[in-house]
Each structure stands twice: as C-alpha cells, then as structure tokens.
C-alpha cells in the first residue's frame, strides 16, 4: 500500500532466524508538524491493520520527526466546526480508535513534540520510549477545548491525578526526564540513540513467540479494565492456553539444552 502522510515499511530489526520483522510506521506531515487530520489517521489506521494482520510482522513502531511526534489535531480543520458538524459527524472518533483493534505490541517513539491528540497517540500505544528532546502536554485549554482522544483518561491512569491536572488545566509541557519519572514514558534515550534504541526494544519483541506476545498484551491491557481477581483469572487462563503452543515447549526445551529458542509463532 502507499500513502501520502506516512511512510510504512515492514522492517527487518533482528537477525535472528526466526525473528519477525517491525511494522515501521513515521508520520510525514513535516510543515505541520505532523498535525492529525482526516486523512492521516485513515492512513495510520489502515498501515496498522495492515501490519497487524500480516504473519511476517511481530511488532509496530509509531515515530514521527526530530521536531515532532504530533503537534495535536489539526487545529485548521477544527477552527470552523460548530456542535452539529462534531456532534452529527461523531467528529474524527471513526478512525482515532483503530489503534486499539490492533493485538500486536504498538510502541510510540517519540522525539519533539507529542501534543493533545499527538500525546493522546502515544498513549494509546502500548509503550512509549522518548527522546531527551520530548515534550509532552494537553494544552487544549489554550484552544478553549479539552482533551478529547482520552487524554483525560489515559494521562491520570499514566501519571496519577496531580499531574494530569497540572498538564490539563495549566497546559504546561512536560519534559521527557518528568515523564519517565512519571510513569507516561518507559524509558529516555539521547535523540540520536532513539531510533536504534526502538529498533532493539522492537527486534527483542520480533524474537519472541508471537502468541505469547499478544497474550501479554491482552493481559496487562486487562489490568486497566477489570476488578484485580478477574484480571488475575483472565491471566491464569491465558498462561495455562500457552501451554497448547509449539513454542512453549521450545522456549522450555530450550532453556534447559542451553540454546537458543526458535520460536515458530505457533
Ligand atoms: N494543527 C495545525 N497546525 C499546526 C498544529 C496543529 N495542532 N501544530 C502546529 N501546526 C503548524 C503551525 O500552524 C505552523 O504552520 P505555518 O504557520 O508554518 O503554516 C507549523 O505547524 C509550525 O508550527 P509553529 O510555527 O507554531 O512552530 P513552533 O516551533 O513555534 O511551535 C508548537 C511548535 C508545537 C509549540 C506549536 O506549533 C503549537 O503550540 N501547536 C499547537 C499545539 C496544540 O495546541 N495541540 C493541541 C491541538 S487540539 C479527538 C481526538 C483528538 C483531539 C480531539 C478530539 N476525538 C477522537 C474526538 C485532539 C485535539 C487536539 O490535539
């Protein structure tokens, strides 16, 4: 598939045999510093799904510029709506939430700007690694609107409701070094090491069994959407399921001749 906002590549990040390859994702929409419109998230929609539902893919990246991950939604396109263009059209609601149909682990790579909609992305992504040059916020309020792709949501459960609060209501940007402190990033690379650190972070995922993999993902996302005791059912029958995998049998047969799995994500 080709697009005109994006560029999409199934890349090889691991060496190893067996490894699948990463679903590379950057947003191209340079002079607005990758602004989210209709249009990009149809296409950033589409390359997930895509990936998603290619056997050869074991993980996706989602990176942007130097300058910017996403400065937000697109602020033009927005200006002249009134409550029935928004409210009648389910406004920009249809394609911001494919990202959450994809099972494979989606990481954000984030450098520069990751603003309003632009965070809100990266939060929806499964983890997030950052650039030291990485700057965080919900400045919406600035705009007279809020946070409307979770950023209310998502931002609290990440960093807890002080800063929430803090970024929400004063639209101050938060520097990648609070937002590990914080919680919302899982780890800070210098900017010129963020790429090939996301690659190694995604080649380690491309290694594993993939079943295993979407499992995992399965597992932690349910920490967020049940009672403790039903989420700790939910992944104890999600380990016992693994046990009628191939590859739980060579990961353990593995370790224990001293070699290294081949997994055949099966
Ligand atoms: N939209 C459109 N254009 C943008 C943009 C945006 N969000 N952010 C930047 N640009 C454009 C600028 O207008 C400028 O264009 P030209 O003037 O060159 O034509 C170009 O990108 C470069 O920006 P600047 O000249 O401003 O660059 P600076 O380095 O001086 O400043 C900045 C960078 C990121 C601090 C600044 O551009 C900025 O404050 N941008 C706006 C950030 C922002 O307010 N973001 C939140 C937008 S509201 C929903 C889903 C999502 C949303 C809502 C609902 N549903 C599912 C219901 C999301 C809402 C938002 O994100």
Known sequence: MSYELLTAEARRVSAAPEALACGWITLNRPKQLNALNDALMDELGAALLA???DDGVGCIVITGSEKAFAAGADIAVMAPKTFMDVYKGDFITRNWETIKRVRKPV??????????????????????????????????????IIPGAGGTQRLPRAVGKAKAMDLALTARMMDAAEAERAGLVSRVVTADKLLDETAAAAAAICEFSLPSVMAAKECVNRAYELPLNEGLLFERRMFHALFASADQKEGMDAFLNKRKPAFKHS
Do not use: R
């Open 51 to 53: 990936f998603d539902a």
């Open 107 to 144: 990481i954000a790579a984030v450098s520069g700007y990751a603003l309003g909609g632009g965070c809100e992305l990266a939060m929806m992504c499964d983890f997030i690694i950052a650039a030291d040059s990485a700057k965080f916020g919900q400045p919406e309020i600035k705009l007279g």
